[in-house]
């Protein structure tokens, strides 16, 4: 079941956008109130209470408060992203080449860009609209069909491509909207929308224009700024000869935000939430795909602006100085991102010792030159956490040899000064356009996070480390 309705989430899901607001959906349908950041909490937060708030229409933050809470108890934390590498459409993306009509586009973080050639391209993100009442509005756009395609060379025409497929990123990695033929065709119905012409048509392209607004059901002429990204139109689904993978787009890092989310919402379903002296959070970041510097990043002051005001804002009725401060020491940010698994075609990519396998248990990252925030406190917690429900875990350590990614954990552990541990679901083909997982391992992480939701502060008093 829990792979299954994570393949609804993702599909759901094809720009940030989307995945926070299909995050936001499920917490309204869990009983979750959403606020917002410009509003006093004041009088609002109680204990048992469940929140929510977005920031960007791209980044979400969601919240539910222990009943035995008081000032200066801790916080539980997962945080994830709502990110993938992708193509974005550029702010000028008009191009006319050989007869065809094109849409310019850059690159949003360290794709696998070979792997978008001659796949079936659709359109997701925001536009800001123009309404009656003379408003930007955010609304989120989806064309969900294949209007776009990077075709790759014939071989015939580039013998040397079987020894290496090198492409130049500006030029090559264009893809075509149309052609010209097909724009003449389309020239008298264009002429007769001239009078609800786009403001930006000098940017883009009149037919991708008219494809927006047709699928926002406006004029052209209340089409304002946008941000786009491609992706595959090809839903993700369960495959495998024994249905054990998942072939999906964004896997990295949508399985996380799924888990984390799932996980939040079931540990409010028992009566757990009301026996817990802790905050349970979920905050789902933007933009770690490149670098997390942004005022929704990871590297922006929205965790710790969220934890400063749940620790003076609930009310507890014991307010005390210091209240942020001491929760801190009391507290865990579980950093969740997908992790490396073997690959059976390169098994000499892995550290002989730390080889995970997919469908077989969440993964610790541990790097000494601290590019992952795990530590051994922070580790055994994880460990006693998992253990309460038999949830497997395995480790990854990079190769001395070998460069090693970085994740939100070490800048929020700085930040906030607080113990962090990083873990993640094994993937192959990590940042394709199309990357693998195990079916099992949803279920793995969504009862790990629950464990630690539930059990944690429970925990952590039988820690003693200052």
């Known amino acids: 079941m829990s792979a299954s309705d994570f393949i609804d989430f993702v599909n759901s899901s094809p720009s940030p956008f989307h995945a926070v607001e299909t995050s936001r959906q499920r917490l309204l349908a869990a009983g979750f109130e959403e606020i917002r950041e410009r509003d006093t909490w004041s009088g609002k937060l109680r204990r048992e209470g469940k929140y929510f708030f977005t920031r960007n229409k791209s980044s979400i ?51 696998l860009w070979h792997t978008w050639f001659d796949r079936d391209l659709g359109i997701a993100g925001r536009v800001l609209v123009r309404t009656a009442e003379g408003k930007l509005d955010h609304r989120l756009v989806r064309v969900d069909r294949p209007i776009l395609r990077i075709p790759t060379l ?120 009301q026996k817990d002296p802790n905050i349970r959070v ?57 992790a490396h698994a073997l690959h059976p075609n390169y098994l000499e990519k892995h550290e002989e010792n730390h080889r995970p396998a997919m469908n077989k248990g969440v993964v610790i990252k541990q790097n000494a030159n601290q590019r992952y925030a795990t530590t051994a406190v922070s580790t055994a917690i994880v460990r006693e956490v998992a253990r309460k429900r038999n949830v497997p875990l395995q480790e990854f350590v990079v190769r001395n040899d070998s460069p090693c990614g970085s994740t939100i954990g070490p800048m929020l552990s700085a930040k906030l000064g607080l113990r962090t541990i990083d873990v993640g679901n094994p993937q192959l083909s990590m940042h394709s356009i199309r990357e693998t997982a195990g079916v099992e391992d949803v279920k793995h992480a969504v009862a790990l996070f629950e464990s630690f939701f539930e059990e944690f502060a429970v925990v952590d008093e039988q820690v003693f480390v200052d």
């Open 61 to 111: 933050t969601a919240f539910a408060v222990g009943g035995k809470y008081v000032s200066g108890n801790g916080f539980s934390v997962v945080g994830a992203h709502t990110d993938s590498p992708c193509l974005k459409v550029k702010p000028h993306s008009k191009k006319e080449k050989g007869g065809y009509t094109q849409v310019g586009v850059q690159l949003y973080g360290g794709g």
């Open 154 to 273: 014939a071989i015939h025409l580039d013998r040397g491509v079987s020894e290496g497929f090198k492409f130049n990123n500006e030029v090559q990695l264009t893809p075509i909207l149309a052609s010209a033929a097909t724009k003449m065709l389309n020239a008298d119905a264009e002429q007769k929308n001239a009078v609800h012409q786009a403001p930006n048509e000098d940017k883009h392209a009149p037919l991708l224009l008219k494809i927006l607004a047709d699928e926002l059901k406006l004029d052209g002429d209340q089409l304002g700024d946008f941000e786009l990204c491609l992706y595959d139109t090809q839903p993700s689904t369960i495959g495998g000869a024994q249905n054990e993978y998942i072939f999906s787009a964004r896997l990295d890092n949508l399985m996380m935000s799924y888990c984390s989310i799932t996980a939040l919402v079931n540990s409010t379903k028992g009566d757990s939430l």
């Open 282 to 338: 979920v905050v789902l970041f933007d933009n770690e795909e490149v670098g997390s510097v942004s005022s929704y990043g990871a590297g922006s002051n929205l965790l710790e602006i969220t934890l400063r005001r749940l620790a003076a804002e609930v009310e507890t009725g014991d307010k005390a100085e210091s209240s942020f401060e001491r929760a801190m020491t009391r507290s865990l940010l579980i950093s969740a991102d997908m």
